[in-house]
């Protein structure tokens, strides 16, 4: 069968039509598939050039009808650096968003691209009616806690005693995983009105918490050091790091707050949250740094409680 004379105009209508210099397939998906920018944002490569990046709104792949779902994409030119998934939630006051994924080897040449995506979601959240909150699991190995505390997220209050450790490991550049217990590979993180609105204007709030190294010693060679971070609500976090050790054994942590006795006489209460792994050294340690906690603040008494929490 001779088919060599078959006209094939209709290719080169569809190239000038979008003026793109594609083939009739590779067009019509990309029209059928992926809408228009929705807006543009400025990333940075690894030698510090501005580089204009698309943010696009793909077609929804993800089965999630029921809860409004949205998909974003971070392109430049055409490579996709990076999407996100978000919906809507019952379970909590705030956007879900189910996944934040950035290409793993455009990551290693750009920068911002997982914090552009951020902010798209935070607007998102807006236009829903949450005031720019959201809450998420972040998880993986290695696990992106420090990336979101950095974009002002902060572990969920159930498991907020985390947080000192991740402000650690933000502020020294040290693996997160080294400060946390073995396995803890996922947690439950939000950004609250503040952080939203801070994240949009390009701040970081972790550099204005109250983070102090109250002590520090060397026990076995190794250095430990006591660090102290307030928490959302008024209460604050002490904990024993060790950042030479190997291991991601959490040495020791307490929850601690402000009471007062029936007396009117004010005093630091410690409820120990995690010491399994201290030896006595270390306990010794956390005490004496307890104390210079309870005299910084300008106390006398200190409490720690035998509970575990």
């Known amino acids: 069968m001779k088919i060599s004379n078959i006209n094939f105009s209709y290719t080169s209508q569809i190239k000038n039509q979008n003026r793109l210099n594609f083939c009739a397939l590779r067009s019509l998906t990309k029209d059928t598939f992926e809408t228009s920018t929705i807006k543009t944002a400025v990333i ?17 792949k993800t089965n999630l009808s029921d809860k409004n779902p949205k998909t974003i994409s971070i392109n430049i030119g055409d490579k996709k650096l990076g999407h996100a998934v978000m919906y809507d939630t019952k379970q909590k006051d705030a956007l879900y968003l189910k996944e934040l994924y950035t290409e793993e080897n455009f990551a290693r040449h750009y920068i911002g ?21 959201i809450s998420l699991c972040a998880e993986n190995s290695p696990p992106p806690f420090v990336f979101y505390y950095k974009n002002n997220f902060t572990a969920a209050p159930e498991v907020s005693l985390y947080n000192a450790a991740i402000d650690y490991a933000a502020r020294n550049n040290i693996p997160v995983e080294k400060l946390l217990p073995e396995g803890l590979l996922s947690l439950d993180m939000e950004l609250d009105e503040k952080g939203a609105e801070a994240l949009l204007e390009g701040e970081r709030l972790f550099e204005e918490r109250m983070f102090k190294t109250i002590a520090k010693t060397n026990i076995g060679g190794k250095l430990y050091e006591a660090n102290f971070i ?65 005299n910084n603040l300008g106390i006398e008494n200190f409490k720690i409680c035998e509970e575990f929490i």
């Open 44 to 60: 940075e490569d690894v030698k510090g050039n501005k580089i204009k990046a698309a943010i696009k709104e793909e077609k929804d």
């Open 113 to 133: 691209a997982g914090t552009e995506l951020l902010k798209c979601a935070v607007e998102e959240s807006k236009k829903r009616g949450y005031s720019g909150r």
């Open 230 to 294: 307030e928490s959302q609500n008024g209460d604050f976090y002490l904990q024993i790091l060790n950042n030479s050790s190997a291991s991601r054994k959490q040495p020791w942590s307490a929850k601690g707050e402000i009471a007062q006795s029936k007396d009117g006489a004010k005093y630091v209460r410690i409820y120990c949250i995690d010491d399994i792994y201290a030896d006595k050294k270390v306990k010794e340690f956390a005490k004496n740094s307890i104390k210079i906690l309870a």
